[in-house]
């Protein structure tokens, strides 16, 4: 079934971390298995990498803490010797971490070169975008990764029911539509001409790191921005190339789109006001932000709607 | 609602969390008249204490503050009796109803009034998609717009919708009618087998074996008397659709079928 949300203030960032968490925990019951932030905080001048070096339910073999401090030494390592000057490192989990860097290069062989590390995966690159996913409901991985805190101005959100593919940090959203710095991408629904495109896509040089049919779109769109297109026709080409049932979320540092399939088969429910925009599978995750009354809407088959911000 | 940070049970959509709800007694009953608020009661406790007052304490006539877009609220209603939701619901909200006068100040959720028997259900907002499904009786209106589907499978009764409707709306609809005064989706009444459908706007397209029906005294009767009913002012200009009746075939019977049948 899976949940998605996402939320855009107007004026400035708020507590973004809190108010994502509300909204996802409302619709626990749609994907226990994991939860998925995307945020946006602050432009930063350095660049944030979030990447893991193992996923939370591998198999703690008797060399495990080992191995991962023998990975995390040479991810730094190769962060250095591509010309990054690290910041700072912050392991929030044993196998989860967020990395400052100071570094001007190209952000693709960046990510090329780290996840060529056993067990690395990038999730996010970019000047604001942090994408943190874990297993759990909201309010265990928000404790976990302490986003209660968290300030911003956008973000999307994903609760999942795994079906595709199996219940791990890989598989969960949102994904980071690699290699394009602050882009991410969440998903509701099943997409039928998967291996149809992730073969395209993996011809044009694409990586992939799941086996989740949702990480096509992250990639696809990058694709296509890749070829020049702005989100807002990459999103509108989607809705030809995809075949399937969907309604997706993507965010960039400065704009939120959502598309919606040619049946309508997956639910949003949308609210905008002067001071925001909440859209999300349910009403209920937009009440649990917003405590007066509010009029909403269901956005019609084949939509794309973007907002600048 | 809980305070920031507070750890509650996450909202419980199948009641699943609390098989053992009881029903909280929190209206206000003035002789057959009840009001309650919903705010902080959970779906089960708002449909306990629904059944409680009409089935129990001889109301027939509610008012349910802030129901707050909660779930499958006001399901399986079977007595007459007057509801006000004052606020919205969300998915499932009124199934399964038979008899009721319903009364929503907000919008509804997916699948509102899904198999309601007979009653009235009179929606002030949007609703989402499947409005009124497998519709058997009764009158549904909906006062701003209807997603996709809605009155997919409608055996009876009537949907009035006054802003417009998504895609294949009255999809493999076998009875009943459907009023859209706005524009339609594509895919209008595909695969419909019997009923009819108004519609006032633009139809982006016919569903497989919808076509245009020839308008008759008795539609401007119909549509004239249900409008002056709901209050919904002078009616806009109508096209009618309906069954082309290409697509199904019930009384011939395979040559082999026959063979077995004489």
Known sequence: MCGIAGIIYRDGAQDLGRDMTRMLQSMKHRGPDSTGYALFGPASKPVLVR??????????DFDFSERLQRHRGEVEARM???????????????????????YSGDLKQLADYLEDVPGCE???????????KDLGDAETVSEQYDLADFTGTHAIGHVRMATESDVDIS????????PFADVAVVHNGQLTNYFQWRRRLERSGHRFQSECDSEIIAVYLAEKMGEGMTLEE???????????????????????????????????????????????????????????????????????????? | MAAVGERQISYDARGLAEPNAEVPKVSEVDGAKAVFDARDLTTRQINLELRWLLYEQGVTDVTVKNPGS???????????????????????GCGLIDGPEIHITGRVGWSA?????????????????????????????????????????????????????????GFMMQRGRQVICGDVGPGLGDSMYDGIMYVGGKVKSLGIDCVEGE??????????????????????????????????????????????VL
């Open chain 2, 70 to 92: 909660k779930h499958s609220i006001g399901v399986g209603i079977l007595t007459r009796c007057k509801i006000t939701f004052e606020g919205s619901l969300g998915y499932f």
């Open chain 1, 234 to 309: 990459a999103m509108h080409q989607s809705l030809e190339d995809l075949d399937g049932v969907f309604t997706y979320i993507c965010v960039t540092k400065d704009a939120l789109g959502v598309a919606k399939d040619e049946m309508a088969a997956k639910p949003l429910v949308l609210y905008e006001s002067d001071d925001l925009v909440a859209l999300a599978s349910e009403e209920i995750a937009i009440r649990a932000i917003v405590d007066h009354e509010i009029d909403t809407y269901d956005p019609y088959e084949g939509e794309v709607l973007v907002w600048q911000r």
């Open chain 1, 51 to 60: 990447y893991k070096l193992a996923d939370a339910n591998d198999p703690r």
């Open chain 2, 113 to 169: 009034c899904e198999n309601m028997m007979s009653g009235v259900v009179v929606i002030e907002g949007n609703a989402g998609s499947l409005t009124g499904a497998a519709l058997r009786g009764g009158d549904l209106v909906v006062k701003g717009r209807v997603g996709a589907r809605s009155g997919i499978d409608q055996k009876g009764g009537t949907i009035i919708t006054l802003g417009s409707a998504g895609s294949m709306n």
């Open chain 1, 80 to 102: 250095r010797e591509l010309g990054a000057t690290i910041e700072s490192v912050e392991d929030e989990t044993d196998y989860a971490y967020r990395a400052v860097l100071s």
């Open chain 1, 122 to 132: 990038v999730l996010s690159l970019g000047h604001s975008l942090e994408i943190v």
């Open chain 1, 171 to 178: 598989g969960a959203h949102p994904y980071w539509a690699y």
């Open chain 2, 215 to 260: 308008w008759t005294d008795a539609d401007t009767e119909f549509i004239e008397r249900k409008f002056r009913i709901y209050g919904l002012g002078s009616p806009p200009e109508l096209q009618k659709f309906v069954c082309g009746k290409k697509l199904y075939n019930y009384d011939n019977l395979e040559p082999s079928e026959r063979k077995l």
